[in-house]
């Protein structure tokens, strides 16, 4: 329709001057304006996701530089602290603010949970407060009879890289504690750690989760 309009006009034009017009049209697509902004959106959601990853990569890695204080020493200073079970220790925002802590969940031996907070620079611990955590009975089983302790399996870990995080799973067959490192070079790598021998392994899992999340993006 357009393109008869078109049309039309420089005919009449061409006319009323005299003269002679020449026209060039093409074949009209109503489509091609809404397939080129969706495809111009779709572009922008890759490099939003891009940027994003980005993002995080760099966010992750201040938490890094920002910190002294190495994993199994902010897990040495909870339970200094807070005498118990050390079961998971991260190094993560705190409240959701740009202040960087280390995370210490310990178990005491009265089946009261408490996270502790301990400052990244000195290892002082910054605070402590009881949780409420439904899976305490399903911890201690996967734990009993295991002789590596958080702040071994993060020593253990160390060898892969500077630690981020390290936490009991209690889910599954293959029970053993998983820590996250993360070279100097900014790339993350996700460990299992065996709950008797101390063995670090990669955690394949994880890397077929990631492969799988990929192919899905690419579909």
């Known amino acids: 329709m357009k393109r008869n309009i078109v049309i039309a006009a420089v005919t009449a034009a ?3 001057g ?3 017009a020449t026209a060039l049209a093409t074949t009209g697509d109503d489509q ?3 397939r080129q902004a969706a495809n111009t959106k779709l572009s922008d959601d890759g ?3 891009d940027q994003d990853d980005r993002d995080d990569r760099d966010d992750d890695a201040a938490k890094v530089s920002s910190s002294d204080v190495t994993a199994p020493e902010a897990i040495a200073s909870a339970l200094k602290h807070t005498s118990g079970t050390v079961v998971s220790a991260e190094l993560d925002d705190e409240d ?3 202040k ?3 995370k210490v969940d310990v178990l005491s031996g009265d089946n009261t949970w408490h996270s502790v907070s301990v400052d990244p620079s000195s290892g002082k611990v910054l605070g402590s407060q009881t949780d409420d955590e439904d899976d305490t009975a399903q911890v201690r089983a996967a734990l009993k009879g295991s002789s590596v302790t958080a702040e071994e399996a993060a020593k253990a870990a160390a060898g892969k890289g500077v630690v ?3 936490g009991l799973d209690e889910d599954g067959k293959d029970k053993s504690w998983e820590a996250e490192t993360r070279t100097s070079g900014g790339a993350e790598q996700d460990w299992k750690i065996d709950l008797t021998s101390g063995k670090v392994t990669a955690d394949r899992s994880d890397a077929q989760d990631d492969d799988a999340d990929d192919a899905d993006d690419q579909d």
Request: avoid cysteine; glycine fraction near 14%.
């Open 32 to 34: 091609g304006p809404a």
């Open 18 to 20: 005299g003269g002679t």
């Open 14 to 16: 061409a006319l009323i």
């Open 100 to 102: 960087v802590v280390w």
């Open 96 to 98: 959701d603010s740009d």
């Open 47 to 49: 490099n939003r996701d």
């Open 164 to 166: 981020t995080s390290v």
